[in-house]
């Protein structure tokens, strides 16, 4: 039945779109769309814009690349925080998950992913060349690599840390097992947070 | 020396696996024999005994080919007797459903976690291929063990595959964009580097541990008068892996994958100074093959601390009457604990029996059922 064509196609685009949401199947696109038909048409344009303007106006932080309004985003902006010391993540998402554990005052870099030649994913579609560049350029004392701990997340710690061997600055990496083959997201607040500041030498992570 | 843990299947309860509708066997804790025409359904009943060690079948691990034709599920119970305490295995497949394994009713998380805790070494005609296969049948064999109860090379071996695909797909890409990144093709070189050195390690280790036990059973099967070889060959073998995988770069981007490291090991099979392959008889290749999985019956045993399950599936066909008592001899050593065997004829199963003078149980099978003691 979910199947059926409806009776509009404007419905059917709509509910077509919903499920291209991950999580999403026609079924609850569905109920979304229904959802939607029934309130105010002001309310609805609101929700349109919104994600309109989402998509058109963000920015990412062009010290970081994080998400931000602005060129520079709060994080980087904020005079509190230590910019002596940089924890390299893959997404915005883990800077959300470092964040929430209120254990780290330093600042981010995002790379937005991980070096993988099976995704065709190369070191120059990340930003590590950025990242070489603003150590060498400011007083940064420490990196805290905070990839996730998959074969991926190893051999782009490593590529980092080659890149880094000729600058004077402290490697380190969080805590190993603390997500055993998984991603920095799905461990909880409390182990990320300890885990942060009980971080290790990288080096001594190497057993070659 | 280490105290040896005693362990034995006590009971097996099936259900829809394969040509076995329903069956209920309480075993001996020593001797069991499934005595049966062709096709009754005994290799299947080892198959099953296997599952409950491996989460996966023998011959086949595709779950949905395991269930009884026309039926949407198979399950299996196995109760265990092990350092005495009783464990209850069960395992049960549904088509379009996960498998569900658990422990004294409680279900994995992670199916690997079970592999290991309950040994078990099966001794096939298929063993063959270990022979006449490819170089791939032979790390197989090498890999199966060592992981059975080494974490750190199960996982090293994963990661060693993971790092091998991404750098093959680097080399690929290479090709196709016609471009070259040393920097990220050293970063993969020196990581396999440093993961075929434990697989290497541990792999010359475990041939080197097995290789006198395996002589030993040779010789005692066959009456001592063939001497056989067992030898691990690995690039690794051949100085810095790492210098070797710097020379052949050329030789790799051209060929788009990686032609040089522990995928690539192989084991020298001999018999005299010739590759038992070439010139082994039928009954001599059996004698190896029964040889060699004793001693790796032996390394399980001693490297776990448990006796191991012993699965023999048509062994004595094609063995001389000298050589099946030798091996009857041998197995019922003390060293040997539960055995499950296979057999087609009454007479040749009494006599050997006869022999065994142990503790045993015949259950005799038809289609698929128990049709008698
Ligand atoms: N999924 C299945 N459903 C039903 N029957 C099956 C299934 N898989 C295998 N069989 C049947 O099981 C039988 C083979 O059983 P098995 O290999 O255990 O025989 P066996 O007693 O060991 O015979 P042999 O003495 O020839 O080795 C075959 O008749 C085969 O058709
Ligand atoms: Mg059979
Ligand atoms: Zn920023």
Known sequence: MIHDKFPSKLLENAVEEFAKLPGIGRKTALRLVLYLLKLDEL??????????????????????????????????????????????????????SIENTRQYNGLYHVLGGVISPMDGVGPSDLEIASLVERIEKNDVTEIILALSTNMEGDTTNFYIYKKLKNIEVKVTTIARGVSVGGELEYTDELTLGRSIKNRINYSDTLTF | MLKIEYMHLQSLSILDFKNIEQADFVFSEKLNCFLGDNGAGKTNLLDAIYYLSFTKGFFNSIDAQNIR?????????????????????????????????????????????????????MISPSDISLISGGSDERRKFMDGVISQFDRIYLDTLLRYNRTLLQRNNLLKQFFEKRFFDEDTLSVYDEQLAELAGVIHKKRELYVNEITPVFQSF??????????????????????????????????????QHSTLGIHRDDLLLELGDFPMKKIGSQGQQKTYLLALKLAQFDYLKNASDIKPILLLDDIFDKLDAKRVSKIIELVTEARFGQIFITDTDREHLAYILDKMNTEHLIFKIENGKIVGK
């Open chain 1, 43 to 96: 309310e609805v344009e609101d929700f349109g814009n919104a994600i309109i303007q989402l998509r058109k106006e963000i920015n990412h932080c062009k010290v970081c690349h994080n998400i931000s309004d602005t060129e520079v985003c709060n994080i980087c902006s904020n005079p509190s925080r230590n910019e002596e010391v940089i924890c390299v993540v893959e997404t915005i998402r883990d800077v959300l």
């Open chain 2, 69 to 121: 034709h026309h039926r949407e599920m198979f399950m299996l119970q196995g109760k265990y007797i092990r350092s005495d305490e009783n464990e209850t295995i069960s395992a049960g497949f549904k088509i379009g459903q996960k498998k569900q394994i658990k422990r004294n009713r409680k279900l994995y998380k992670k199916l690997s976690d079970h592999i290991g805790l309950f040994p078990l070494v």
């Open chain 2, 218 to 255: 040779y010789t005692f099967v066959s009456g001592g008068n063939e001497t056989v070889g067992l030898s691990y060959q690995s690039c690794m073998n051949e100085g810095d892996y790492s210098r070797q995988l710097l020379a052949c770069r050329n030789r790799d981007r051209a060929a």
